[in-house]
């Protein structure tokens, strides 16, 4: 029988580590409907499977790879992918998504996703073929690095590796495939955990799709638009994700001397253009990508991935650091560890600021730089101070003290945006479901100053737009796409004439739009309509034949929202846990001026409702309007335990 | 007259390859015109204008144009889209 919805393979793998078996597990085309893909599939599936006490470490936490339906259909920047499991750092949900090509490789296996569970007595690589799932012994690869692993495995096939960071369960290992990185919440100690030191994928088979001329039309259309606009068009191909430290500097957001400000005296020696001009070799790309905002740069004379802005940020300005140099070496290093570069840079800045207090001395100081490589093989070992680092900023704090300066969000470090100077970035890194990540916050600095300028310090409004954009960044990565081709959705006129009179009077009003960017969310059906700037959209239903507008987009976003909240309240997630730490809602990041301070409360107030949540908390009538699979017992446990 | 330092940043300093110029103007609208004087015979890629960059004078955020400018003051013009 032909399945209703094309675009996606039709079946999910299920493997057991420990009988080292597989099967298929159930999934319908209802379920693909209601959660579309990716991380908000992962999420519904994790959701029926959690249980009240399950930690990351449990032989019976899953984790969850999936695509999503515009994988392998064509689309431009469509060849993401997501792992989703219970993170070993925060201890809720996490979800990475990740641009390596493995999703493209495990469609062509003829599966959307595929789930492991249990723990293999023994290294093991996991091969999928489209016929087939072997376990391959892994004692050979174990100890090796991500790039020695990648190289041992076959060449043609989609990968998926820890280094020996995730062997060792640091709690903010990552997964690679290929350059990329799954690389937050601490993916690759689950990996590690359960011994799983690689996946190869290879197959040829290859999604239908509903309407393939309509599909080919709107796909030219959307490349046009991602090449075209100013975002992703020319800042990001020209300059990379590096090309924000020196505006982040000139609107003080730049994290520096862990979050105390928000300039760093040396930013033009760590900034985009300077690598740019001395150290940028190419651009690269993701498959499928139009942008290629990927830099390559040359370390020991190989040509490898360059740094991004956070490492930029978070071993530079936020260390008192400006020998790039280092930096790029740094970012080799931790990548062939297979290291959450923001969380392990996030870490390090901690422990130099509890010597600075004199708590206690890793031997780890701000502005020096000799032993930081050192440190990073002492973490990814658990050598020595290395192995007390190893477990993150948060269990360090609750150990030495330092609290207030302490900087996580649920646990898992804010990446390299201060957000005193962009006050709805704060409510983000506050109320993102996975922890203090810029993405999941719905990047809201880019309304407030690295796209459009909207006023960065007022709160009006930002509640609104947070939740907009959490939504619609969580549909977005469902559907298997990168989140950048997001920003597209910002008039490109808004950010190439910010000196016109049109456009101060669109930013002035910005921050006064929220109760109707509330009705919009709350009440999507509003928005049943498609939109030019938003192509994902017209591109779900051409590929797949699922009635896909706007108006779905945000459903799509606002269901996996909800369900990775009540997830997490399920796993222990206390009410009011959307929290900062009190430097930035306590302390103005200019003693002149009281507003450069999060005013967390006085948003989260607002957020609350508007989201229909009590205390951070989805209320049952929310969960049920959005269909969300929870038993009304299970909620009430869940809740009680909450406020407990 | 005022001597100046200008540094550029973003695209419009990866299109005009110059980091910084060192320029004597009165005002800040003056500025544009002597960067479009020494640096106009280069065509940037992107198509931008001067006219249209981000402007901080001293680290400040400025968008009076008429604001006069003084001897020493730094001015940091940013190519207006930054997002990543």
Request: aromatic content about 8%; hydrophobic content about 40%.
């Amino acid at each position: 029988m032909k399945k209703p919805y094309d675009g996606y393979m039709g079946k999910v793998l299920f493997v057991d580590l420990t009988n080292r078996t597989h099967s298929l597990f159930p999934w319908t085309d209802a379920d693909r409907k209601r959660t579309l893909g990716g991380k908000v599939m992962a999420a519904d599936i994790l959701l029926r499977h959690i249980q009240f006490g399950m930690q990351a470490f449990d032989a019976e936490n899953w984790i969850v790879v999936t695509t999503g339906p515009l994988t392998g259909c064509g689309c431009p920047n469509s060849s993401r992918f997501n792992i989703s499991t219970i993170s070993p750092l925060t201890g809720i949900l996490t979800s990475s998504n990740c641009g390596g090509d493995f999703g493209l490789w495990l469609k062509r296996c003829g599966y959307d996703a595929v789930i492991f569970t249990g723990k293999s007595k023994s290294p093991v690589t996991v091969s999928i073929t489209h016929n087939d799932v072997v376990f391959v012994d892994a004692s050979k690869l174990w100890g090796m690095t991500t790039t020695e692993t990648q190289e041992r495995l076959p060449k043609r096939s989609g990968k998926l590796v820890i280094g020996p960071a995730g062997e060792h369960k640091v709690l903010y290992a990552c997964v690679f495939s290929g350059e990329r990185t799954a690389g937050r919440g601490g993916v690759g100690a689950v990996f590690g955990d359960k011994n799983l030191k690689a996946v190869t994928a290879f197959g040829t088979a290859m999604p239908d799709v509903r309407d393939r001329e309509k599909l080919r039309k709107i796909n030219e259309k959307w490349v046009h638009i991602l090449r075209t606009h100013p975002l992703t068009g020319r800042q990001l191909p020209k300059l990379g994700t590096a090309g924000l430290i020196a505006p982040m500097q000139a609107h003080s957001i730049l994290a520096t001397k862990n979050f105390s400000a928000g300039r760093f005296d040396g930013f033009e020696k760590i900034c985009g253009e300077e690598l740019a001009e001395k150290h940028l070799v190419r651009n690269a790309a993701c498959t499928t990508c139009a942008i290629r905002c990927a830099r390559m740069v040359k370390v020991d004379d190989k040509i490898v991935k360059g740094p991004e802005l956070e490492i930029l940020g978070l071993l530079g300005a936020n260390i008192l650091n400006d020998d790039i140099e280092k930096i790029i070496r740094w970012n080799y290093v931790l990548d062939e560890l297979g290291m959450d570069s923001i969380s392990a840079a996030g870490t390090v800045a901690f422990a130099m600021e509890l010597k600075e207090k004199g708590v206690r001395d890793f031997g780890l100081e701000f502005g020096k730089t000799e032993n930081i490589e050192e440190m990073f093989h002492k973490i990814a070992y658990r050598e020595g101070d290395g192995n007390i680092l190893a477990d993150g900023t948060r269990k360090m704090s609750e150990r030495f003290g330092g609290k207030e300066y302490a900087i996580h969000a649920k646990g898992m470090e804010l990446a390299a945006y201060e957000p005193r100077h962009a006050v709805g970035h704060g409510l983000g890194y506050a109320t993102a479901n996975r922890g203090g990540c810029h993405l999941n916050a719905g990047y809201m600095v880019v309304v407030e100053g690295l796209g459009l300028d909207v006023d960065s310090l007022t709160p009006h409004g930002k509640a609104a737009l947070a939740i907009m954009f959490q939504n619609l960044m969580e549909a977005v990565s469902a559907g298997g796409e990168c989140l950048f081709t997001s920003y597209a959705i910002l008039p490109g006129f808004l950010i190439d004439k910010p000196n016109w009179p049109v456009t101060k009077i669109i930013l002035a009003a910005f921050p006064y739009v929220g109760p109707v960017v509330n009705l919009l969310s709350h009440f999507t059906k509003i928005a049943k309509i498609n939109i030019p700037l938003l192509p994902e959209s017209y591109a779900i239903k051409y590929a797949t034949g699922i009635a896909s507008t706007m108006a779905s987009m945000l459903t799509w976003g606002a269901y996996g929202y909800n369900t990775e909240r009540i997830a997490n309240v399920i796993l222990g997630q206390k009410a009011d846990a959307d929290q900062l730490p009190k430097r930035l809602t306590n302390e103005a990041q200019n003693p002149n001026d009281p507003r450069t301070k999060v005013p967390l409360d006085k948003m989260k107030k607002v957020y609350n409702r508007a989201r229909g949540w009590k205390d951070g908390i989805p209320t049952w009538h929310r969960l049920k309007t959005l269909g969300v699979p929870i038993r009304k017992e299970v909620y009430d446990a869940a809740v009680k335990e909450a406020y407990r | 007259m005022a001597k100046v330092t200008v540094k550029l940043f973003g695209v419009f300093r990866v299109d005009t390859r110059t980091p910084q110029v060192e320029i004597e103007v009165e005002k800040l609208k003056d500025v544009f015109f002597a960067l479009n004087e020494k640096l106009g015979h280069i065509q940037m890629d992107s198509g931008l204008r001067f006219k249209d960059a981000v402007v901080y004078v001293n680290g400040e955020a400025c968008k009076k144009k008429a604001k006069p400018l003084q001897d020493g003051d730094e001015i940091w013009l940013l190519s207006p889209a930054s997002g990543g």
